[in-house]
């Protein structure tokens, strides 16, 4: 099971601080939910992808949009309870209640009128959606970038030579902090006699933390097996640091493999790794829009004035 869909924590909220004499506080309010749902510990470990809890995530956007409704109100810092419209909704609609209900609320209409005159086409008005508008933009992401990985992919297999596939994952490596540049001008390997390294990131002039690279660009049908998994770690003797890159995927026996050398540091790099770090690294890809995601700073309006 998974924390509830958004959608169901409306009338939740409404009947918890109904049933409350006073304001509840956030942390309260989210503890209500937790046993009203009788959430497990993993239920509520969930996180969207920014990190923030996804129940918390899911509280936060109910209490937004009903205070935007008219329904809610802060009764002091931190705590919430509902408005006398909103005790009036809540005993009209009782346990029916919804996020369209919530939207046909003269105030809430008034609001995004106000606030939303440019947007002539506003997906958070599906009153159907079922996840917050933080997890409708994560969603977006990653099906954009789903589409980018496969852009990449075939990039990789169109354009790349052997050689100079071992040359993207050296500089993905770099990439990601191993290494500077200036001391890895020659880091790929020359095949003839290169004793199974395709190459070697240094991450100090003098080689002593360095990382050691295989690269394999096979096609997504063909899997990586224990046995060069094997050859590779065979090819590090006297050699701790190593990452084995593939277009494609390790299987189990391979993982199993690379665990099981534990005087050794291996990392495994499948085909879906290898995309979302080019991306994430910026390797390979240009950004051609950034749009900043911005909350209430509330500790600004509590320290200014």
């Known amino acids: 099971m998974a924390v509830p869909a958004f959608t169901q924590f409306f009338p939740v909220v409404f009947r918890v601080l109904a049933d409350t004499q006073g304001p509840l506080s956030h942390r309260e309010l989210r503890q209500k939910c937790i046993e009203t749902f009788h959430l497990t510990q993993d239920e509520i470990a969930e996180t969207i992808a920014s990190g923030q809890s996804r129940l918390a995530n899911r509280i936060y956007w109910v209490v937004s949009y009903c205070r935007m409704a008219g ?17 009036r909704f809540y005993g009209e609609h009782g346990d029916g209640i919804t996020l369209a209900m919530v939207k046909e609320c003269p105030r809430f209409i008034e609001h995004q009128e106000a606030s939303s005159s440019e947007s002539d086409a506003d997906e958070s008005s599906d009153s159907s959606s079922t996840i ?19 852009e990449l992919l075939q990039e990789i297999y169109n354009n790349l030579s ?46 002593f933390d360095s990382i050691y690279l295989q690269a394999k660009r096979y096609a997504a049908d063909v899997t990586v097996g224990p046995n060069l998994i094997r050859e590779f770690v065979g090819a590090m003797s006297g050699k701790r640091n190593g990452a084995f890159i593939t277009t494609s995927r390790f299987t189990q026996g391979a993982i199993a493999e690379a665990q099981r050398n534990i005087d050794k540091h291996i990392v495994l790099i499948d085909g879906p790794k290898l995309l979302k770090y080019m991306i994430e690294y910026g390797l390979g890809v240009q950004t051609v829009a950034t749009h900043a995601i911005k909350k209430v700073d509330a500790e600004f309006f509590r320290d200014e004035f």
Not at 165 to 193: A, Q, W
């Open 71 to 87: 329904l809610l109100e802060n009764a002091a810092r931190g705590y919430v309870q509902l408005t006398e419209d909103g005790r």
């Open 132 to 150: 917050t508008p933080e997890e409708r933009i994560a969603e977006a992401v990653a099906e954009y970038n789903a589409t980018l990985s496969s």
């Open 162 to 207: 052997d050689d100079a596939f071992e040359k993207l994952c050296v500089m993905l490596l770099i990439k990601m902090g191993y290494g500077k540049p200036e001391l890895n001008r020659d880091s790929v390997t020359p095949h003839s006699g290169d004793g199974g390294i395709d190459g070697v990131v240094k991450g100090d002039p003098l080689g």
